[in-house]
C-alpha cells in the first residue's frame, strides 16, 4: 500500500508565496510521473503541473510562470513552489503519482494524496 500526504497549504493574500510538499510512503520501487491537480468549489478538478522521473515539468498555462514543480526522488517527494498567488488559485491541491511497486513489472498504480487547502485573499 502506498499513502500520499501533502502538506503546506493555507491562507496567503494576493502576491505572496507558498510551498505545497508531498510525501510518497510504502511499497514503492519507483515512482514515475508525480503531479500537482486542484479542484476549486464548484469545479472540476484541473492540473496544475505534472513532473517526470527525468524532472521534465508541463505546467498549465494560468500557472506557467508563477509555479514551479520539483521533486526529490531519494525523498519520494514533490513539490509545488507557488509565487505571485492570485486569488483564482485557490482551490484543494491535490498531488498525484505514478508508482511502480517491484524491480520485475513496469505495471505503475496511481495514487492521490487527501488533498491540502490554498486560500488566497485578495
Known amino acids: 500500500q502506498v499513502q500520499l500526504v501533502e502538506s503546506g497549504g493555507g491562507l496567503v493574500q494576493a502576491g505572496g508565496s507558498l510551498r505545497l510538499s508531498c510525501v510518497a510512503s510504502?511499497?514503492?520501487?519507483?515512482?514515475?510521473?508525480m503531479g500537482w491537480y486542484r479542484q476549486a468549489p464548484g469545479k472540476a478538478r484541473e492540473v496544475v503541473a505534472t513532473i517526470t522521473s527525468g524532472d521534465s515539468g508541463n505546467y498549465a498555462d494560468s500557472v506557467k510562470g508563477r509555479f514551479t514543480i520539483s521533486r526529490h526522488n531519494a525523498k519520494n517527494t514533490a513539490y509545488l513552489q507557488m509565487n505571485n498567488l492570485k486569488p483564482e488559485d485557490a482551490a484543494v491541491y491535490y498531488c498525484?503519482?505514478?508508482?511502480?511497486?517491484?524491480?520485475?513489472?513496469?505495471?505503475?498504480?496511481?495514487?492521490w494524496g487527501q488533498g491540502t487547502q490554498v486560500t488566497v485573499s485578495p
Open positions: 498525484n503519482a505514478d508508482i511502480r511497486h517491484s524491480s520485475w513489472s513496469t505495471y505503475a498504480s496511481t495514487y
Open positions: 510504502g511499497s514503492i520501487f519507483r515512482i514515475n510521473a
